[in-house]
Protein backbone atom coordinates (compact mmCIF):
# COMPACT_ATOMS: atom_id res chain seq x y z
CA UNK A 1 0.00 0.00 0.00
CA UNK A 2 1.12 3.72 -0.22
CA UNK A 3 1.95 5.00 3.14
CA UNK A 4 1.39 2.29 5.53
CA UNK A 5 2.35 3.42 9.30
CA UNK A 6 3.16 0.15 9.85
CA UNK A 7 3.93 -3.00 7.72
CA UNK A 8 5.91 -5.86 7.96
CA UNK A 9 6.11 -9.87 5.99
CA UNK A 10 4.89 -13.42 6.99
CA UNK A 11 8.26 -15.40 5.96
CA UNK A 12 6.98 -19.08 4.83
CA UNK A 13 9.10 -21.82 3.92
CA UNK A 14 10.40 -21.64 0.61
CA UNK A 15 8.57 -23.61 -1.98
CA UNK A 16 8.85 -23.56 -6.02
CA UNK A 17 7.10 -20.15 -5.44
CA UNK A 18 7.87 -17.37 -3.30
CA UNK A 19 5.06 -17.42 -0.85
CA UNK A 20 5.72 -14.60 1.93
CA UNK A 21 3.77 -11.82 2.11
CA UNK A 22 2.83 -8.68 3.55
CA UNK A 23 0.52 -7.21 6.74
CA UNK A 24 0.08 -3.32 5.98
CA UNK A 25 -1.44 -1.34 9.09
CA UNK A 26 -2.64 2.70 8.85
CA UNK A 27 -5.34 4.81 8.29
CA UNK A 28 -7.36 5.06 5.39
CA UNK A 29 -5.67 1.85 3.38
CA UNK A 30 -9.51 0.42 2.28
CA UNK A 31 -10.45 3.89 0.25
CA UNK A 32 -6.25 3.76 -1.21
CA UNK A 33 -7.19 3.58 -5.07
CA UNK A 34 -3.47 3.87 -5.91
CA UNK A 35 -2.61 0.70 -3.38
CA UNK A 36 -5.14 -1.52 -4.83
CA UNK A 37 -4.34 -0.85 -8.36
CA UNK A 38 -0.62 -1.60 -7.71
CA UNK A 39 -1.88 -4.52 -5.30
CA UNK A 40 -4.36 -6.32 -7.95
CA UNK A 41 -2.84 -5.07 -11.24
CA UNK A 42 -5.73 -5.99 -13.95
CA UNK A 43 -7.31 -9.03 -11.67
CA UNK A 44 -11.11 -8.91 -11.13
CA UNK A 45 -12.68 -9.34 -7.64
CA UNK A 46 -14.68 -11.51 -5.62
CA UNK A 47 -15.59 -9.57 -2.80
CA UNK A 48 -17.33 -11.46 0.01
CA UNK A 49 -18.13 -9.50 2.89
CA UNK A 50 -21.80 -9.57 5.69
CA UNK A 51 -24.29 -7.38 5.89
CA UNK A 52 -22.97 -5.21 8.82
CA UNK A 53 -19.74 -4.55 7.27
CA UNK A 54 -21.29 -4.28 3.82
CA UNK A 55 -23.10 -1.11 4.70
CA UNK A 56 -20.19 0.75 6.48
CA UNK A 57 -17.50 -0.27 4.36
CA UNK A 58 -18.28 -1.94 0.99
CA UNK A 59 -18.65 1.28 -0.59
CA UNK A 60 -15.78 2.84 0.15
CA UNK A 61 -13.85 -0.47 -1.09
CA UNK A 62 -15.73 -1.09 -4.32
CA UNK A 63 -15.10 2.60 -5.23
CA UNK A 64 -11.21 1.77 -4.44
CA UNK A 65 -10.90 -0.73 -6.48
CA UNK A 66 -11.42 1.40 -9.31
CA UNK A 67 -13.00 -0.02 -13.45
CA UNK A 68 -12.17 -3.74 -12.56
CA UNK A 69 -15.30 -6.05 -12.37
CA UNK A 70 -16.27 -6.60 -9.03
CA UNK A 71 -19.00 -9.52 -7.64
CA UNK A 72 -20.18 -8.68 -4.11
CA UNK A 73 -21.32 -11.56 -1.85
CA UNK A 74 -23.16 -10.40 1.07
CA UNK A 75 -23.50 -12.88 3.88
CA UNK A 76 -25.64 -13.10 6.98
CA UNK A 77 -23.76 -11.76 10.07
CA UNK A 78 -22.89 -14.37 12.71
CA UNK A 79 -21.21 -17.69 13.72
CA UNK A 80 -24.14 -19.38 13.47
CA UNK A 81 -23.65 -18.81 9.01
CA UNK A 82 -20.52 -19.86 8.91
CA UNK A 83 -21.32 -23.34 7.19
CA UNK A 84 -21.04 -24.86 3.80
CA UNK A 85 -24.07 -23.07 3.11
CA UNK A 86 -22.25 -20.21 2.73
CA UNK A 87 -19.31 -21.38 0.64
CA UNK A 88 -21.97 -22.50 -1.84
CA UNK A 89 -22.80 -19.14 -2.02
CA UNK A 90 -19.67 -17.41 -2.67
CA UNK A 91 -19.04 -20.86 -4.97
CA UNK A 92 -22.24 -20.29 -6.53
CA UNK A 93 -22.13 -16.28 -7.56
CA UNK A 94 -18.68 -16.43 -8.54
CA UNK A 95 -19.29 -19.12 -11.10
CA UNK A 96 -22.43 -17.27 -12.37
CA UNK A 97 -20.17 -14.91 -12.97
CA UNK A 98 -18.18 -16.36 -14.66
CA UNK A 99 -14.71 -15.64 -12.90
CA UNK A 100 -11.83 -17.18 -13.51
CA UNK A 101 -8.30 -18.50 -10.91
CA UNK A 102 -6.81 -15.71 -11.80
CA UNK A 103 -9.64 -13.38 -9.86
CA UNK A 104 -9.10 -12.27 -6.52
CA UNK A 105 -10.87 -13.21 -3.11
CA UNK A 106 -11.40 -10.42 -0.90
CA UNK A 107 -12.19 -10.78 2.53
CA UNK A 108 -14.25 -7.72 3.94
CA UNK A 109 -15.18 -8.45 7.19
CA UNK A 110 -14.27 -10.35 10.91
CA UNK A 111 -13.11 -13.90 11.21
CA UNK A 112 -16.07 -15.65 9.96
CA UNK A 113 -15.85 -13.52 6.88
CA UNK A 114 -11.87 -14.16 6.70
CA UNK A 115 -12.16 -18.41 7.39
CA UNK A 116 -15.12 -18.78 4.89
CA UNK A 117 -13.60 -16.54 2.26
CA UNK A 118 -9.92 -17.92 2.31
CA UNK A 119 -11.56 -21.26 2.52
CA UNK A 120 -13.89 -20.78 -0.87
CA UNK A 121 -11.03 -19.18 -2.39
CA UNK A 122 -8.89 -22.33 -1.36
CA UNK A 123 -11.71 -24.95 -3.56
CA UNK A 124 -12.75 -22.59 -5.99
CA UNK A 125 -11.14 -24.35 -9.41
CA UNK A 126 -8.72 -25.94 -7.33
CA UNK A 127 -7.00 -22.60 -5.46
CA UNK A 128 -7.74 -18.62 -5.98
CA UNK A 129 -5.37 -16.16 -4.05
CA UNK A 130 -7.29 -13.66 -1.78
CA UNK A 131 -6.72 -10.79 0.89
CA UNK A 132 -7.35 -10.32 3.95
CA UNK A 133 -9.23 -6.86 5.11
CA UNK A 134 -9.91 -7.49 8.50
CA UNK A 135 -12.41 -4.88 10.38
CA UNK A 136 -12.60 -6.60 13.78
CA UNK A 137 -10.07 -5.87 16.29
CA UNK A 138 -9.81 -10.11 16.72
CA UNK A 139 -9.37 -10.88 13.01
CA UNK A 140 -7.06 -8.80 12.57
CA UNK A 141 -4.73 -9.62 15.01
CA UNK A 142 -5.03 -13.15 14.85
CA UNK A 143 -7.00 -15.04 12.31
CA UNK A 144 -6.88 -12.78 9.08
CA UNK A 145 -2.83 -13.97 9.59
CA UNK A 146 -1.58 -17.52 9.13
CA UNK A 147 -3.84 -19.04 6.23
CA UNK A 148 -6.11 -21.05 8.62
CA UNK A 149 -9.31 -21.10 6.66
CA UNK A 150 -13.02 -23.29 7.20
CA UNK A 151 -16.10 -24.01 8.40
CA UNK A 152 -17.98 -25.22 11.50
CA UNK A 153 -19.59 -28.83 11.66
CA UNK A 154 -22.57 -29.51 14.09
CA UNK A 155 -19.38 -31.54 15.91
CA UNK A 156 -17.17 -28.68 16.60
CA UNK A 157 -15.88 -25.51 15.49
CA UNK A 158 -13.68 -25.34 11.84
CA UNK A 159 -13.44 -29.03 12.20
CA UNK A 160 -13.89 -28.22 8.11
CA UNK A 161 -11.26 -26.28 6.11
CA UNK A 162 -7.65 -25.88 4.83
CA UNK A 163 -4.45 -23.99 5.01
CA UNK A 164 -4.60 -21.84 2.00
CA UNK A 165 -2.38 -18.77 3.14
CA UNK A 166 -3.34 -15.09 1.95
CA UNK A 167 -1.46 -12.82 -1.02
CA UNK A 168 -1.77 -9.97 1.72
CA UNK A 169 -3.52 -8.48 4.54
CA UNK A 170 -4.77 -4.96 4.97
CA UNK A 171 -5.58 -3.80 8.15
CA UNK A 172 -7.14 -0.54 8.34
CA UNK A 173 -7.15 0.92 11.74
CA UNK A 174 -10.08 3.54 11.00
CA UNK A 175 -12.45 0.04 11.55
CA UNK A 176 -11.68 -0.36 15.59
CA UNK A 177 -13.97 3.01 15.69
CA UNK A 178 -17.21 1.15 14.83
CA UNK A 179 -16.49 -1.66 16.66
CA UNK A 180 -19.11 -2.36 19.22
CA UNK A 181 -17.47 -2.48 22.39
CA UNK A 182 -18.14 -6.31 23.17
CA UNK A 183 -16.52 -7.03 19.65
CA UNK A 184 -13.27 -4.71 20.90
CA UNK A 185 -12.92 -6.52 24.02
CA UNK A 186 -13.07 -10.11 22.33
CA UNK A 187 -10.33 -8.88 20.01
CA UNK A 188 -8.63 -7.73 23.01
CA UNK A 189 -8.49 -11.43 24.64
CA UNK A 190 -6.35 -13.14 21.38
CA UNK A 191 -4.40 -9.80 22.17
CA UNK A 192 -3.50 -10.70 25.56
CA UNK A 193 -2.64 -14.65 24.69
CA UNK A 194 0.30 -13.67 22.73
CA UNK A 195 1.91 -12.08 25.75
CA UNK A 196 1.10 -15.11 27.95
CA UNK A 197 2.08 -17.66 25.43
CA UNK A 198 5.56 -15.80 24.36
CA UNK A 199 6.21 -12.07 24.79
CA UNK A 200 6.41 -11.32 28.64
CA UNK A 201 7.87 -7.81 27.54
CA UNK A 202 4.62 -7.26 25.69
CA UNK A 203 2.39 -8.54 28.50
CA UNK A 204 3.56 -6.10 30.81
CA UNK A 205 3.41 -3.37 28.20
CA UNK A 206 -0.69 -4.59 28.30
CA UNK A 207 -0.89 -4.56 31.33
CA UNK A 208 0.79 -0.88 32.19
CA UNK A 209 -1.89 0.56 29.37
CA UNK A 210 -4.75 -0.83 29.93
CA UNK A 211 -7.07 2.56 30.49
CA UNK A 212 -5.39 3.88 26.95
CA UNK A 213 -6.40 0.73 25.56
CA UNK A 214 -9.51 0.71 27.21
CA UNK A 215 -9.98 4.30 25.56
CA UNK A 216 -8.78 2.82 22.35
CA UNK A 217 -5.93 5.15 21.70
CA UNK A 218 -4.89 5.27 18.59
CA UNK A 219 -1.32 5.08 19.40
CA UNK A 220 -1.68 2.36 21.85
CA UNK A 221 -4.01 0.15 19.71
CA UNK A 222 -2.04 0.55 16.36
CA UNK A 223 1.39 -0.60 18.64
CA UNK A 224 -0.77 -3.39 20.58
CA UNK A 225 -1.87 -4.39 16.77
CA UNK A 226 1.33 -4.30 15.06
CA UNK A 227 3.46 -6.51 18.16
CA UNK A 228 0.32 -8.87 18.13
CA UNK A 229 0.62 -9.66 14.01
CA UNK A 230 4.91 -9.83 14.90
CA UNK A 231 4.44 -12.47 17.40
CA UNK A 232 1.55 -14.57 14.90
CA UNK A 233 4.11 -13.89 11.84
CA UNK A 234 7.00 -15.10 13.55
CA UNK A 235 4.97 -18.21 14.85
CA UNK A 236 3.72 -18.77 11.80
CA UNK A 237 7.26 -18.77 9.71
CA UNK A 238 8.19 -21.02 12.43
CA UNK A 239 5.24 -24.05 11.85
CA UNK A 240 3.39 -23.04 9.54
CA UNK A 241 0.98 -26.28 9.86
CA UNK A 242 0.71 -26.50 13.03
CA UNK A 243 2.96 -29.36 13.92
CA UNK A 244 4.44 -27.65 16.69
CA UNK A 245 4.88 -24.25 18.33
CA UNK A 246 2.49 -23.16 16.33
CA UNK A 247 -0.27 -25.21 18.67
CA UNK A 248 0.28 -23.01 21.67
CA UNK A 249 -1.34 -20.13 19.89
CA UNK A 250 -4.22 -22.46 21.11
CA UNK A 251 -3.81 -21.21 24.93
CA UNK A 252 -7.52 -21.03 26.05
CA UNK A 253 -9.43 -22.65 22.69
CA UNK A 254 -9.80 -26.31 23.78
CA UNK A 255 -12.03 -24.92 26.76
CA UNK A 256 -13.35 -21.99 24.88
CA UNK A 257 -14.36 -24.09 21.64
CA UNK A 258 -15.92 -26.44 23.80
CA UNK A 259 -17.90 -23.59 25.60
CA UNK A 260 -18.76 -22.04 21.92
CA UNK A 261 -19.82 -25.49 21.23
CA UNK A 262 -22.15 -26.63 24.09
CA UNK A 263 -23.51 -22.83 24.38
CA UNK A 264 -24.31 -22.88 20.92
CA UNK A 265 -22.10 -20.68 18.18
CA UNK A 266 -22.47 -16.85 18.67
CA UNK A 267 -23.71 -17.42 22.24
CA UNK A 268 -20.50 -16.04 23.15
CA UNK A 269 -18.41 -13.96 21.13
CA UNK A 270 -14.90 -16.65 20.28
CA UNK A 271 -12.83 -13.92 22.33
CA UNK A 272 -15.27 -14.19 25.41
CA UNK A 273 -14.72 -17.85 25.05
CA UNK A 274 -10.90 -18.16 24.62
CA UNK A 275 -10.41 -15.51 27.62
CA UNK A 276 -12.56 -18.06 29.63
CA UNK A 277 -10.76 -20.78 28.62
CA UNK A 278 -7.33 -18.72 28.99
CA UNK A 279 -8.44 -18.31 32.55
CA UNK A 280 -8.56 -21.81 33.22
CA UNK A 281 -5.76 -22.91 31.53
CA UNK A 282 -3.84 -20.30 33.76
CA UNK A 283 -5.51 -22.02 36.82
CA UNK A 284 -4.62 -24.86 35.94
CA UNK A 285 -1.14 -23.59 35.56
CA UNK A 286 -0.72 -22.26 38.66
CA UNK A 287 -2.27 -25.39 40.33
CA UNK A 288 1.17 -27.33 38.95
CA UNK A 289 3.18 -24.56 40.56
CA UNK A 290 4.50 -23.42 36.66
CA UNK A 291 3.05 -19.66 37.26
CA UNK A 292 2.12 -17.72 40.16
CA UNK A 293 -1.23 -17.03 41.98
CA UNK A 294 -0.84 -13.50 41.71
CA UNK A 295 -0.26 -14.41 37.43
CA UNK A 296 -3.53 -16.00 37.36
CA UNK A 297 -5.24 -12.60 39.57
CA UNK A 298 -3.45 -10.01 37.09
CA UNK A 299 -5.00 -12.08 34.44
CA UNK A 300 -8.52 -11.64 35.65
CA UNK A 301 -8.23 -8.46 36.50
CA UNK A 302 -7.34 -7.03 33.42
CA UNK A 303 -9.70 -9.24 31.72
CA UNK A 304 -12.45 -8.35 33.42
CA UNK A 305 -11.65 -4.48 33.16
CA UNK A 306 -12.43 -5.55 29.65
CA UNK A 307 -15.72 -6.83 31.04
CA UNK A 308 -14.55 -10.22 29.21
CA UNK A 309 -15.97 -13.21 30.92
CA UNK A 310 -13.74 -15.32 33.17
CA UNK A 311 -15.67 -18.13 34.56
CA UNK A 312 -17.33 -20.79 33.00
CA UNK A 313 -21.07 -20.84 32.21
CA UNK A 314 -22.68 -22.39 35.68
CA UNK A 315 -23.81 -25.82 34.24
CA UNK A 316 -20.65 -26.30 32.49
CA UNK A 317 -19.10 -29.35 34.67
CA UNK A 318 -15.33 -30.97 33.39
CA UNK A 319 -17.54 -34.03 32.32
CA UNK A 320 -19.32 -31.68 30.29
CA UNK A 321 -15.77 -30.15 29.04
CA UNK A 322 -14.21 -33.17 28.61
CA UNK A 323 -17.20 -34.45 26.22
CA UNK A 324 -17.33 -31.41 23.68
CA UNK A 325 -13.18 -31.04 23.54
CA UNK A 326 -13.37 -34.58 22.97
CA UNK A 327 -14.37 -33.49 18.75
CA UNK A 328 -11.90 -30.97 19.00
CA UNK A 329 -9.93 -30.61 16.03
CA UNK A 330 -6.66 -30.56 18.34
CA UNK A 331 -7.26 -34.07 19.32
CA UNK A 332 -4.21 -36.59 18.63
CA UNK A 333 -4.66 -40.39 18.54
CA UNK A 334 -7.69 -40.11 20.75
CA UNK A 335 -5.98 -37.42 23.35
CA UNK A 336 -6.76 -34.02 24.06
CA UNK A 337 -4.18 -31.54 23.77
CA UNK A 338 -3.91 -28.54 25.89
CA UNK A 339 -1.71 -25.35 26.06
CA UNK A 340 -0.66 -24.33 29.69
CA UNK A 341 1.69 -21.99 30.51
CA UNK A 342 5.23 -23.30 31.79
CA UNK A 343 6.03 -19.78 32.87
CA UNK A 344 4.55 -16.04 32.39
CA UNK A 345 5.45 -15.71 27.97
CA UNK A 346 6.42 -19.84 27.86
CA UNK A 347 3.81 -22.20 26.55
CA UNK A 348 4.23 -25.53 26.91
CA UNK A 349 1.78 -28.54 25.58
CA UNK A 350 0.31 -31.06 27.55
CA UNK A 351 -2.09 -33.95 26.70
CA UNK A 352 -2.58 -35.14 31.18
CA UNK A 353 -4.62 -32.39 32.42
CA UNK A 354 -7.13 -35.08 34.34
CA UNK A 355 -10.76 -34.34 35.12
CA UNK A 356 -10.19 -33.49 38.70
CA UNK A 357 -7.82 -30.40 37.54
CA UNK A 358 -10.49 -28.99 35.79
CA UNK A 359 -13.37 -29.81 38.43
CA UNK A 360 -10.63 -27.40 40.59
CA UNK A 361 -9.93 -24.90 38.27
CA UNK A 362 -13.63 -24.52 37.42
CA UNK A 363 -14.48 -24.17 41.14
CA UNK A 364 -11.64 -21.81 42.29
Not at 44 to 60: F, P, R, S
Not at 115 to 138: C, E, H, K, N, Y
Not at 278 to 300: E, H
Request: proline share 3%; hydrophobic share 45%.
Amino acid sequence: MSSPEQSLTVSLPRSEVDRDYPIYIGRGLMADADSWARLLTDRDVVLVTNETIAALYQDKLVSALGERRVTAVVLPDGETHKHCGSIETILDQALAQRHERRSIFIALGGGVIGDMTGFAASIFLRGADFIQVPTTLLAQVDSSVGGKTGINHVSGKNLIGAFHQPLAVVIDLESIATLPAREYAAGMAEVVKYGLIRDRAFLSWLYAHQETLLARDPETVAEAIYRSCSNKAQVVAADERESGVRATLNLGHTFGHAIELTQGYGTWLHGEAVACGMVLATKISAARGWVQPTDVADLIAFLEALSLPVTAPSEMTAECFLKAMAGDKKVSKGTIRYILLRELGQAIIVDDITQQEIERALAD
